[in-house]
T-cell receptor, first 113, second 115 residues
Framework: DAGVIQSPRHEVTEMGQEVTLRCKPI?????LFWYRQTMMRGLELLIY????????DSGMPEDRFSAKMPNASFSTLKIQPSEPRDSAVYFC???????????FGPGTRLTVT | AQSVTQLDSHVSVSEGTPVLLRCNYS??????LFWYVQHPNKGLQLLLK??????LVKGINGFEAEFKKSETSFHLTKPSAHMSDAAEYFC?????????????FGSGTRLLVRP
């Protein structure tokens, strides 16, 4: 298996633009997680899905952020409109169960100017 | 309240000497505990996990951790540091709350290994 795949690896955009981050989890994993990592706030869990259903989105910072999982092999995290404070590395991870090891993707480095 | 505290933001050791990264947790429930490592510009990788089996857990690359319920600690150790161990380490607690799992990350400990 290729592991968790994220795209793009780097994204530079201007404030106010829509940004879409993509994730393909490992086949057979029922859980998918989105994280954000910054120097100031460390690693934060934004949302996680179980069998394509959002279970806990309490970490989503505000309404500008939305996440979907239309099927077991694809998820998106969208920011609309983007702001400079959204600049961070966004990680996607998947796991067979929520208490098992999570497999992280390489991350998407987002820069909003 | 559930929380994870990594007691040191930075730890510096010489190559070949022991490593100790400290983690304390607060949980009203029986937690699952993990240590993850993050090398520069990489995603996180699991080192080891505790899920209520043996209290001494062995992981990859010679790391191990001991779950001490009485001390609410899950410290990470390695007998002899290698230059390749230089990275950031995260202690993580998975706790079931209100029918959903909460993943709580420590703030991280950056391990520096001197030649």
């Amino acid at each position: 298996d290729a592991g968790v795949i994220q795209s793009p690896r780097h994204e530079v955009t201007e404030m106010g633009q829509e940004v879409t981050l993509r994730c393909k989890p490992i086949s057979g994993h029922d859980y998918l997680f989105w994280y954000r990592q910054t120097m100031m706030r460390g690693l934060e869990l934004l949302i996680y899905f179980n069998n394509n259903v959002p279970i806990d989105d309490s970490g989503m910072p505000e309404d500008r952020f939305s996440a979907k999982m239309p099927n077991a092999s694809f998820s998106t995290l969208k920011i609309q409109p983007s702001e400079p404070r959204d600049s961070a590395v966004y990680f996607c991870a998947s796991a067979p169960t929520v208490t098992y090891e999570q497999y992280f993707g390489p991350g998407t480095r987002l820069t909003v100017t | 309240a559930q929380s994870v505290t990594q007691l040191d933001s930075h730890v510096s050791v010489s190559e070949g000497t022991p490593v100790l990264l400290r983690c304390n947790y607060s949980s009203s429930y029986s937690p699952s505990l993990f240590w993850y490592v993050q090398h520069p510009n990489k995603g996180l990788q699991l080192l080891l996990k505790y899920t209520s089996a043996a209290t001494l857990v062995k992981g990859i690359n010679g790391f191990e951790a001991e779950f001490k319920k009485s001390e609410t600690s899950f410290h990470l150790t390695k007998p002899s540091a290698h230059m390749s161990d230089a990275a950031e380490y995260f202690c993580v607690v998975s706790v079931l709350m209100d029918s959903s799992y909460k993943l709580i990350f420590g703030s991280g400990t950056r391990l520096l290994v001197r030649p």
